[in-house]
């Protein structure tokens, strides 16, 4: 009798065992997929099984009822991310996630009088409540899942500036540039990059002048900086190519392009991460005329 109590209590055991291997690898096989590069000033977009949760470092990461997502590495992340699924079974998946660094245009300017490094008191509260109504723009959080689709070009032209680049003024490190510039004249129209729906609409703030923010969900946002003319108001809807905006020189600059920024709620990114090489699509461009 205890010799066949045992059999049975071992059957039920590995009965047990095999009832959470074949639940383990149902969700192996779904797998965790990912969009994008691991390097620093990346956005990159995702998909897990249907009602699991993530956590990147330690934080919640909001995922879409169908399990899409997205996460984003700043400009100077760490280059070791814990990247935690939970899936809807209980079980666990750590993955253990590599950035690549990337390297920087620093360039160095001494000789600046100390009275243009001292900032101006009236300019700089100004600059201040621009920077609160940005940043009010860039926390509201959407269920739109326009931020999943394949990003475009708002405007193509020569890139004048790029993600992350910096200039030290005698010694004194000033804010990296967060956005990706392309040059072109004042008038030409800049396009929606994805669907979305306009948060921010301003025509003249002190540093960004023209400034145009649109929410693609999920804390995905893309800014239009220096604009000349803006189209649309806040709550106006935008589809994918849709003309939102004119190129212009408004603002702090010295000339006409378009300063494109994208976040991840708080988080600046670098656009040049979500859309193909502005050179293909110049290419392209050329061979279809």
Wanted: aromatic content about 8%; charged content about 20%.
């Amino acid at each position: 009798m205890l010799l066949k109590n045992m059999f049975l209590k071992s059957i039920s055991t590995a009965a047990i065992l095999v009832s959470s291997l074949c639940g383990l690898s149902t969700y192996a096989a779904a797998a965790v997929t990912f969009q994008g590069l691991f390097e620093q000033g990346a956005l990159v977009r995702g998909s897990v099984p249907a009602g699991s949760k993530i956590l990147l470092n330690g934080q919640a990461v909001k995922v879409t009822p169908n399990g899409q997502f997205a996460i984003g590495f700043d400009r100077d992340a760490k280059l070791e991310q814990i990247f935690k699924v939970t899936y809807p079974d209980g079980l666990t998946e750590i993955k253990p996630l590599k950035i690549a660094a990337k390297t920087y245009n620093i360039d160095r300017v001494t000789g600046i009088s100390q009275k243009i490094m001292k900032p101006d008191p009236v300019a700089q509260a100004r600059a201040a409540k621009d920077a609160i109504q940005t940043r009010v723009a860039r926390d509201l959080f959407s269920e739109q899942q326009a931020f999943m689709q394949n990003f475009i070009w708002p405007v193509t032209g020569r890139i004048s500036g790029v993600y992350g680049s910096q200039r030290i003024y005698n010694d004194v490190p000033g804010n990296p540039h967060f956005g990706v510039d392309v040059a072109r004249p004042t008038g030409t129209v800049v396009v929606a990059p994805a669907d979305g729906v306009i948060t921010l609409a301003e025509p003249d703030m002190f540093y960004s002048g023209g400034t145009v923010i649109i929410d693609h969900g999920y804390g995905v946002s893309s800014t239009f900086l220096h604009l000349s003319k803006l189209y649309l108001t806040v709550g106006d809807k935008v589809v994918q190519g849709d003309k939102v905006a004119e190129i212009g020189a408004t603002g702090r600059v010295t000339g006409p392009h378009l300063d494109w920024r994208v976040n991840w709620f708080q988080m600046r990114l670098d656009p040049v991460s979500i859309v193909p090489p502005m050179a293909r699509v110049l290419a392209a461009q050329k061979a279809a005329k």
